[in-house]
């Protein structure tokens, strides 16, 4: 329940390694459809007052990388 959507920015935690990490993403574009909260995803950006600032957020659909 963390993700917040705000026009074409959002704020969402994101678990790694047993800790959470808050995000700030502020692309030029939405976040994915296929990003929604328990979504993998890979996230680019830089760490600044313990907030990763983000400009690129990949969703990872598991439903593409299960066996069929």
Known sequence: GSL?????A????L????RTIPVYFTG???LPDAF???AR???????????L???HVEAKCASKYEAG
């Open 28 to 30: 030029e574009t939405l």
């Open 41 to 51: 995803a890979r996230v680019d950006g830089k760490w600044k007052n313990g907030v």
């Open 53 to 55: 600032e983000s400009n």
């Open 36 to 38: 929604k909260e328990g």
């Open 10 to 13: 959002a704020r969402f935690d």
């Open 4 to 8: 917040v959507r705000e026009g074409k």
């Open 15 to 18: 678990e790694l390694d047993n």
